[in-house]
């Protein structure tokens, strides 16, 4: 069992006069992994989840949150229980004994036996000057597994585990295929006996043939160990094949959870609707959902819901500041309306929640021009109000509000604000 609550991992970069920001890779982020389980960790390339992997093994140090290794379920219980109902005391307790964040050296050195990677490219990720043995056996040797010689015997015996002859043994990983480069990488990972497998697109380098062969050798060395799997992925083919349970991740943050056959065959979260989308299916007509715009930009990312600029459903309080409205409307008066409104009309912002329109006193025409382009141009669902005020048509906005994990009936959880229990999206936005 692994759990991790509130993980954030923002990596500092130097910018103009020696300031220093931070690009917010990993933002709050939860996640659990039972005994003998496959998890999946699905998302776009930048969403963060290698981030997620490394930082659960701690081959990079969280900024934030808490990561329980090896915790029994009842302990587990107590903690969340505990967390729920800010006993301080009572979360200290149980991280002091299951927290990797609080292990000292000596204990995250025997950890490690316990907790494994698979890299993406298998060969940057093996030593070309080293033997296979010898790379097998790194691991058994630097967290004390085993002695030097039963290292070698075991080396052995995990090359035949992973399909592999014992006389490669003496190889070098320039003399191997992907495909055979990649069960080295296993067979290295598997070397200590751990619990926890974190595989980071494990197949993605890969041939598709050669995919689907490391595919039934990681099910079946899963089966055999019963070794609990984080599967980070951006196939969905793969998790489908694989995982029991799916996080979908998007630009840091997780937007939805659940069982496999529930989060694929029927998304909740738009971002997932449109992820699944993608995804041709025999037999089946599919409807693609093209998203606009790109994602966002994770030194500045977008307030409140992460997937709010590009979201097709998006609606008032789902987090556009005048900024964004301001350059759409700048847009719409100097391009599509340019010939309503003319050259004299100038766009400028009040803060985060206010904007002005120069130039204009005719309240009522940018009335009817929100709402004729609010379906086009969804940033204009964020007006909440538009009034005169010293000759100048001003526009206030919606406060924010940011989602969290709400759940549903069938038992997954979803970062949309469209699944708050107590407030109801609009009809015609749903």
């Not at 909740?268 to 299916?281: D, E, F, G, I, R």
Request: with cysteine; hydrophobic share 40%; net charge negative.
């Amino acid at each position: 069992m692994i759990a991790a609550y509130g993980l954030s991992k923002f990596f500092p970069i130097r910018g103009a006069l020696r300031s220093t920001i931070s690009l917010k890779a990993v933002d709050d982020v939860g996640l659990k992994i039972q005994n003998e389980q496959v998890v999946g960790l699905v998302g776009e390339s930048g969403s963060g989840k290698s981030t997620v992997g490394r930082c659960l093994i701690r081959l990079l140090n969280p900024t934030d949150g808490e990561i329980l290794f090896d915790i029994p379920d009842s302990e587990l219980v107590e903690y969340e229980r505990a967390r729920a109902d800010v006993e301080t005391k009572r979360v200290d307790a149980i991280a002091d004994r299951f927290s990797l964040l609080r292990a000292s050296s000596a204990e995250l050195q025997s950890l490690r036996r316990l907790a494994n990677i698979v890299f993406q490219d298998p060969y940057s990720s093996l030593n070309p000057r080293m033997r296979l043995a010898d790379i097998i056996s790194e691991p058994m040797l630097s967290t004390r597994f085993c002695s030097r010689a039963e290292a070698a015997i075991r080396s052995r015996e995990l090359l035949r585990e992973v399909g592999l002859p014992e006389f490669f043994e003496d190889r070098y990983p320039h003399e191997l295929s992907g495909g055979q480069r990649q069960r080295v990488a296993i067979a290295r990972a598997i070397s200590t006996n751990p619990k926890l497998l974190i595989l980071d697109e494990p197949t993605s380098a890969l041939d598709v043939s050669v995919q689907a062969q490391i595919l039934n050798l990681l099910r079946g060395l899963q089966e055999k160990h019963g070794i609990s799997m984080l599967l980070i992925t951006h196939n969905i083919a793969v998790v489908a094949y694989l995982a029991e349970y799916v996080y979908v991740m998007y630009a840091g943050k997780i937007m939805e959870w659940g069982e496999k056959q529930k989060v694929l065959r029927d998304p909740q979260h738009p971002y997932t609707k449109a992820l699944m989308s993608s995804v041709p299916v025999i037999g089946e007509t599919m409807t693609r959902t093209i998203l606009r715009g790109d994602p966002p930009n994770l030194v500045n990312p977008p307030i409140a819901c992460r997937f709010h600029p590009r979201c097709p459903v998006a609606f008032d309080v789902c987090g556009w500041t005048a900024e964004e409205v301001a350059e759409d409307l700048e847009y719409l008066l100097g391009g599509k309306y340019y010939g309503t409104f003319g050259d004299g009309v100038r766009v400028t912002t009040e803060g985060e929640r206010t904007l002005t329109i120069q130039g204009t006193a005719d309240a009522q025409r940018i009335r009817e021009l929100a709402g004729l382009e609010n379906q086009e141009v969804r940033s204009l669902k964020s007006v909440q109000a538009i009034d005169v005020s010293d000759g100048a048509t001003v526009l206030r906005l919606y406060e924010p509000v940011e989602p969290e994990m709400y759940p549903t009936p069938d038992g997954r959880q979803v970062k949309c604000l469209l699944f708050r229990p107590e407030v109801s999206a609009p009809a015609a936005d749903s």
